[in-house]
């Protein structure tokens, strides 16, 4: 039965029946001291204690045995699916398809593209690789999440403002109701994150709804 969620900008009523959670991009190099995220300069520290939190919504969900999609920004060995406007825009040298210290940067099987361990999917939740910063081009998702009858997606993930953003604004396009689980995403600057959650929930929830886990939690009681 649906019951309700209090939220910003009002309450989410969340319909077991027809919700999934959607983990973004909770990759080693996103994440892992050492990786690509790292050696672009960023402060890392700020992703790795969101960790928890993510694990606790994943293990809400599992459960309840809600389905769970986790993504990976993953490209292929042959980088056919990366446009040269995308990859040349890196820093040489720490471009996509470049050796980093896990790997190929952002080249699926890679040891940095994994998901991290403590967070890693489970015999039959989806996973997926997506070229883009978005969840649905070039995954099939779309047909996936239509397949199982889901209109309502929870998010969690990095970062808020890159991936877990353009993922969202993509599902609110096409129809999906969206909440964000605040202190389950993260950025490596916090006035972007900051300032993402304000743009979602604005003028009445104009991407979709944003609560932290604990209330997520409770509701679920
Ligand atoms: C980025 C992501 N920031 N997962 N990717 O390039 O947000």
Known sequence: MAFAVP???????????HVALVVIDMQRDFIETGGFGDALGNDVSRLTKIVPTVAALIALFRARKLPIVHTREAHRPDLSDCPPAKRLRGKPGLRIGDVGAMGRILVAGEPGNQILPELAPVEGEIVIDKPGKGMFWGTG????LAGLGITQLVFAGVTTEVCVQTSMREANDRGYECMLVEDATESYFPEFKAAAIEMIVAQGGIVGW????????????
Request: hydrophobic fraction near 45%.
């Open 141 to 144: 998702l779309q047909d996936t």
């Open 210 to 221: 944003a609560t932290p886990l604990s209330v997520l939690e409770n509701a679920f009681a």
């Open 7 to 17: 939220a910003r900008p009002y309450d989410f009523i969340l319909d077991p029946k």
